[in-house]
């Protein structure tokens, strides 16, 4: 069985980066802003996040000495992941702007690093939005807005971050994310599950109440599923939302990326299996 068509679609193509990278930099231009308003606009998204981030870290350090247990919330590793995200955003729509609206950094950079910034924008805008709902959900209480750190810190992480997000799905070019991102995403989310598990075993406490087997018991189980099916079903949304707004009113079409995924998944439905010679005189 050949399996050069696997490998070739198991390549960079096949997860959204293409040579040349992004030519109608969608990644750094809005349907409804300028690049100079939306460059201001990501870059003010940054350095709210950031001071957030930075708050909530010194605050909980000094006041609960409870630093170590920062990196052990999903809650606090998606943030910083939109930290991230529009530091990068920002700081590419910028130079894009200084540069007279031609090009932007990153699509000259190595393709390792095109694939982890299309990679992180599909983890954020799939990742804030289950910290939102499972937080409302599930884990608010009275204490939430018992004093104005908690309600501000809350409000910035559990409501905020979500208002920034749709920005981004709903106002810029960015997007869609390939089908192929939903696969190294959900092995992030599900790895989240070590996580926390090794922070019960290293520090004694669970991250969320609701992953305490010994509180759920057998409902654990239904709530690692259903939080699976829901980011299936809601990697399939944010895709749809973003096709549809790019088919309404971006300027530029679809990235070519979901041409290629279609032909690749046509190609993967034909493998080509090598048939045996016909027998000669010469093979005996």
Not at 6 to 27: K, M, N
Not at 193 to 205: D, E
Not at 217 to 240: D, N, P, Q, S
Request: net charge negative.
């Amino acid at each position: 069985m050949k399996l050069t068509g696997l490998r070739s679609h198991l390549s960079y193509e096949w997860f959204g980066v293409l040579a040349p990278f992004d030519p109608t930099c969608r990644l750094v231009t809005s349907p409804f802003f300028s690049p100079l308003s939306l460059g201001a606009l990501r870059l003010l998204f940054a350095v709210y996040s950031l001071v957030t981030t930075i708050t909530v870290l010194v605050f909980e350090s000094v006041r609960f000495h409870d630093v170590h247990s920062f990196f052990s919330y999903f809650t606090d590793l998606s943030y910083i992941g939109v930290v991230a995200y529009f530091w990068a955003s920002s700081v590419q729509t910028i130079v894009f702007v200084l540069s007279g609206e031609k090009a932007y950094p990153l699509q000259k950079w190595p393709r390792i690093l095109q694939f982890l910034h299309v990679l992180l924008y599909t983890t954020i805008t799939i990742f804030p939005i289950i910290v939102t709902v499972v937080f409302w959900s599930l884990l608010a209480s009275p204490s939430t807005f018992s004093t104005r750190y908690s309600a501000w810190s809350n409000v910035s992480q559990h409501a905020m971050n979500c208002s920034f997000i749709l920005f981004e799905i709903l106002l810029t070019n960015a997007g869609p994310s390939p089908w192929s991102h939903i696969i190294p995403c959900f092995v992030l989310f599900a790895c989240y599950l070590g996580v926390a598990y090794i922070t019960h075993a290293t520090q004694g406490f669970y991250t969320y109440s609701f992953l305490d087997p010994s509180v759920e018991h057998g409902r654990l189980a239904a709530y690692i599923i259903g939080m699976g099916i829901g980011y299936c079903i809601l990697f399939t949304i944010v895709k749809g939302v973003c096709t549809l707004r790019c088919r309404l009113v971006s300027p530029s079409p679809l990235d070519p990326s979901e041409r290629v995924q279609s032909e690749a998944i046509d190609e993967w439905e034909h493998i080509d299996v090598e048939q045996p010679k016909e027998s000669t005189g010469s093979d005996a």
